[in-house]
C-alpha cells in the first residue's frame, strides 16, 4: 500500500458544512481507514479543546491552532509558542483599536471586543455559536496563535505598529498574527517526519483556503464539493459537499476503504 496517511480538515469537510455534524458515512469511513492500517490526523484552525468529537473516532494525531500546535497521543510534537511579551503587547493595540482578538492554547480565548460580525466569522469558520470566554490571565497559559478580526484597512494600522509581525489572512475578516511561520503544511511535515514518512505517502482533505498549502504538499489532494474555487483550483481531485458523502465517495473511489 502506497499511502499510509491522511490528513483531514475538520470544519466543512469532516463536518457537515451546512449544520456541523459528522455524517455517519464519514464516521464509518474514519474507521474503516484505521482499521486498514492507515493514519489519520485531524488538521484543524479548532484548539485541541475542540476536538473532543473527532477523537471519539479514533483520532490520535491532532494538528490544531491552524498548524501551531500538534499532538500524538496526548503527546505534544510540535509547537510555535508566542513570546509573552508580543502576546502583551498584540493585545493592548487590539484593544485600543477594538478590534476582536481570539488566543489559542490547548484551548480558546478571546478580548473584550466582541461585535456581530466577529461572531459571525467564528461560526463561519469554527461552527461557534457564542463567543468564547474573554482571556483575562495573558500569562498563565503558553499562546500558540492569535487570530485577529480586521478588514485589510484595519490591518495597514497593525502593519505600521508591528513591523515584524507578519498577518496571514485565512477568512475575509480573519489573519494569523505570526512572528514565525505556521500552517497545516509546516505542521505537516512534522507529523510526516514523527512517524518516519514521505509526502509521497499522504493523501489530504480540506475545504478551506488554509487548506491550499496542505493539498499541494501531500500525493493527493482533495477538495470537498462545498470548497473554495481557490482550493478546487489546485486539487487533484473534487468529491461532492460534506453534506452529500464526499469524504467517504472520495475514498472509495481511490479504493482506501
Known amino acids: 500500500m502506497k499511502h499510509k496517511i491522511i490528513f483531514f480538515d475538520v470544519d466543512g469537510t469532516i463536518t457537515n458544512y451546512k449544520d456541523g455534524t459528522i455524517p455517519k ?8 481507514l484505521l482499521n486498514n492500517g492507515f493514519q489519520v490526523v485531524a488538521a484543524t484552525g479548532r484548539p485541541l479543546s475542540m476536538c473532543e468529537e473527532i477523537a471519539k473516532l479514533g ?25 509573552r511579551e508580543t502576546v502583551q503587547s498584540f493585545s493592548t493595540f487590539a484593544l485600543q483599536q477594538q478590534n476582536a482578538l481570539t488566543f489559542y492554547s490547548e484551548s480558546l480565548h478571546m478580548n473584550e471586543v466582541q461585535k456581530p460580525k466577529v461572531l459571525q466569522a467564528l461560526y463561519e469558520t469554527l461552527r461557534l455559536e457564542e463567543f468564547p470566554p474573554i482571556n483575562k490571565e495573558l500569562d498563565r497559559n503558553e499562546t500558540y496563535l492569535l487570530c485577529l478580526f480586521a478588514d ?24 494569523n498574527v505570526l512572528e514565525e511561520e505556521v500552517s ?21 482533505f ?9 493539498l499541494e504538499l501531500v500525493d493527493i489532494g482533495i477538495a ?34
Open 25 to 32: 458515512s464519514t464516521k464509518t469511513a474514519i474507521k474503516q
Open 59 to 83: 483520532v490520535e494525531t491532532f494538528i490544531t491552532a491552524n498548524g501551531a500546535y500538534v499532538t500524538h497521543r496526548g503527546t505534544c510534537i510540535h509547537k510555535i509558542v508566542l513570546p
Open 152 to 175: 485589510d484597512v484595519e490591518i495597514e494600522k497593525y502593519n505600521a505598529e508591528f513591523p515584524t509581525i507578519q498577518f496571514k489572512r485565512w477568512h475575509p475578516y480573519i489573519v
Open 184 to 204: 497545516k503544511s509546516v505542521a505537516i511535515k512534522k507529523v510526516l517526519d514523527y512517524f518516519g514518512l514521505t509526502k509521497e505517502e499522504a493523501i489530504a
Open 206 to 214: 480540506g475545504d478551506g483556503e488554509n487548506d491550499i498549502d496542505m
Open 224 to 257: 470537498m464539493g462545498n470548497a473554495s474555487e481557490a482550493l478546487k483550483s489546485i486539487a487533484h481531485y473534487v468529491t461532492k459537499d460534506s453534506s452529500e458523502d464526499g469524504i467517504a465517495l472520495a475514498l472509495k473511489k481511490y479504493e482506501f476503504i
